[in-house]
């Protein structure tokens, strides 16, 4: 978990380093998502997991979801083309049976 939130606070800290000045609306958010993970990070750091940290934890997760902290991965689709044909012989067969009705004329 630490170097999960260690890696996301250098990435968020280079990433406003790099930013351009004019570009204001991106460095609030990333700065605002820095100083929460930096807080999270000072609050694991002084305490040690009791009975407290047990109903947090929960939360903590919640919030770590919020910001993302996964990196992208590249979702490769699998090749469905065997699946592709019986779904068209299907609609071709459901086609087939549908009744033609006066508004087709």
């Not at 958010?29 to 407290?52: A, G, P, Q, W």
């Not at 902290?69 to 067969?93: A, F, R, V």
């Amino acid at each position: 978990m630490f170097k999960k939130l260690e890696i996301k606070i250098k990435e968020l800290a280079l990433k406003i380093h790099h930013s351009r000045l004019n570009d204001s609306k991106s460095i609030y958010e990333d700065s605002k998502k820095l100083y929460e993970l930096i807080v999270i990070h000072k609050y694991l750091t002084n305490k040690e997991k009791d009975s407290d940290w047990e109903l947090y934890e929960d939360r903590l997760k919640e919030t770590l979801k919020g910001l993302n902290l996964e990196t992208k991965k590249t979702i490769i689709t699998p090749d469905n083309s065997s699946e592709i044909i019986p779904l068209i012989d299907s609609i071709k067969d459901l086609v087939t049976e549908i009744p033609e009705s006066h508004d087709d004329k």
